[in-house]
């Protein structure tokens, strides 16, 4: 074991010792993200606090907010969850007494002597999500964890960690049990073709994706018909089948690379039936951006009657997600070398932004390095969302800091994937700044 990973095994326990103790007589405050590793986390820790019988409430939240720290409970201990990491001032500042932190975000503030916190930018700076984090928590505490090393998978999969797995991910990978199988990228790879092509968003097929005529007229030119009126699933091509679909989506394509078309495709058992987890992520986190956290948790957990609702609540999301995409294809964007933004306003919900700037910047629409901004209205604020097509360039986390840092303003997130809350009173200052902050980066490069 790498020195790193000692002293992270070390912190974990001593994380996990001392929240027993501190939680032994005192009620906790659960506060996680709404996004599917947020909800795979929640579910993981519901599920180990109720085999330690402990005492808990909890709060699924869209982003954590400095009133919201004021508001909380001094007499509980805080738990957040996929959460924190940039709100470290706010709760040092309203002395909260016992908070503990599991997270995977950058860390760019002092922790307060009150906090305990497991993140691994401290450590071993492997990417990890945080549902993984906590499952190595509920790990060191309860002894059916194992159990629940699926929803880690989930949570992995929900912020698109599969393609890089570092070491603790590929542990609990074996763990989990879950089937690795090489193929086509399109998702789910269960479910017929024609309905999975028409909602393909990532990869997003022109032409194809939200186009029923597109979807028959690639099927048709790849040689793939309906047997009994029924088309295949991506797991049941043959070996032709596979190649020449793949070569009719790169066609529509030219910028989508063969090797992000084909991949591992992760295969997990929930309620007694073999699913994609791509597929099922999406669920989750379909469920929870529409409003539903509870019926995410309830998914998760596999409480019978969440099924069918939580499939339903996916179908109306993605054609919301579809109807939002063609708002973003034909609204006027503001352009320049390098970077898009996209204001949306209240055409898009807040709550799919995020989702909508994930999927352009996979799409190949834009050249590597191009940096995608969304905007869409949330209340008297603004929801920002940036992503880097190809993962690779400047910091987002540190580009939207400096942004809000003079508009005022909350952000936070990764390197290549970021986001930040203003106010709608600042939207036109803001893209300014911004707009003048990536056109003075290029310059500099």
């Known amino acids: 074991m790498k020195k790193e990973d000692e002293i992270f ?4 326990k001593s994380f996990a010792e001392e929240f027993l103790k501190k939680t032994e007589n ?9 996004d599917t590793d947020g909800i795979t986390s929640a579910s993981i820790i519901i599920s180990t606090l109720k085999k330690l019988d402990r005492k808990f409430s909890i709060r699924i939240l869209k982003n954590l907010e400095e009133k919201t720290i004021k508001g909380l409970p001094k007499d509980k201990i805080i738990f957040f969850l996929d959460l924190a990491s940039g709100s470290l001032e706010h709760i040092k500042n309203n002395n909260l007494k016992d908070v503990f932190i599991i997270d995977h975000h950058e860390i760019s503030q002092k922790i307060p002597e009150n906090v305990r916190i497991i993140n691994p930018h401290l450590t071993n700076k492997q990417k990890i999500s945080t549902s993984g984090l906590a499952y190595l928590f509920a790990k060191q505490i309860i002894p059916e964890a194992k159990e629940l090393s699926k929803l880690a998978i989930l949570g992995m999969i929900g912020d698109c960690l599969e393609k890089e797995i570092d070491s603790l991910n590929h542990g609990i990978l074996e763990e989990s049990g879950v089937q690795r199988k090489r193929g086509l990228l399109i998702y789910p790879s269960t479910r017929p073709l024609n309905r999975v092509l028409e909602y393909s968003s990532n990869p997003y097929i022109p032409e194809v994706t939200g186009n029923l005529k597109g979807v028959l007229e690639i099927l048709r030119e790849s040689g793939i018909i309906p047997e009994r009126g029924k088309y295949k699933s991506i797991m049941e091509l043959d070996e032709k089948e596979m190649k020449n679909l793949t070569t009719s989506i790169l066609l529509r394509n030219p910028k989508i690379k063969s090797k992000d078309l084909v991949g591992d495709i992760f295969l997990i058992k929930m309620f007694n039936k073999i699913e994609d987890a791509r597929d099922l ?3 989750i986190n379909a469920c929870s951006r529409s409003g539903r956290p509870e019926l995410a948790i309830q998914y998760c957990l596999e409480i019978p009657k969440s099924k069918k609702e939580a499939e339903l609540a996916h179908i109306k999301y993605k054609q919301n997600i579809i109807t939002g995409l063609n708002f973003v294809q034909e609204t006027k964007k503001i352009q320049g070398k390098g970077f898009v ?6 055409n898009v919900k807040d709550t799919m932004i995020g989702t909508i700037a994930s999927i352009i910047s996979n799409s190949s629409i834009y050249e590597e390095g191009t940096i995608i901004t969304t905007m869409a209205y949330y209340e008297d604020k603004i929801k920002v969302s940036s992503r880097i097509v190809g993962r690779k360039g400047r910091n987002l986390r540190e580009l939207l800091a400096s942004v809000t840092n003079l508009t005022g303003g909350e952000s936070g997130g990764h390197e290549h994937a970021a986001g930040c809350l203003i106010s709608r009173k600042k939207e036109r200052e803001f893209i300014d700044i911004l707009k003048k902050n990536l056109e003075i980066e290029l310059i500099k490069i």
């Open 9 to 12: 095994e070390k912190e974990l």
């Open 26 to 34: 005192k009620e906790i405050l659960i506060m996680s993200h709404f």
């Open 281 to 283: 992520s999406a669920i």
């Open 341 to 346: 933004i996209i204001n949306a306003q209240d």
